[in-house]
């Protein structure tokens, strides 16, 4: 009768750790997700940042192409063609 009893006893320990066991891992979980989508924008704005780097860096280089192209004269066609057209 003792065995009995003992395992009795047993039940709602075990029944209690079970319900432990679930809620931690409901909470790790939960914290997985959150790590998860953490590291997504995280990703996503080193993406955003390298990509506007590139960008500026571009535009820059546009920018200082065409001043360069500015600074030259006209050809003499060119300035040919501007002067017949008015």
Do not use: W
């Not at 704005?45 to 506007?52: K, M, S, W």
């Amino acid at each position: 009768m003792a065995v009995v009893t003992q395992q009795a006893e047993q039940i709602p320990k075990l029944e209690e750790r079970i319900r432990e066991l679930a809620a931690t891992r409901d909470a790790v979980r939960a914290d997985i997700d959150a790590l998860r989508e953490q590291v997504t924008i995280l990703t996503l704005e080193n993406e955003v940042t390298a990509l506007e780097e590139e960008v500026n860096r571009l535009l820059s280089e546009k920018k200082t192409l065409e001043e360069k192209v500015a600074s030259f004269d006209p050809p003499e066609e060119v300035e040919d063609i501007e002067k017949a057209g008015n």
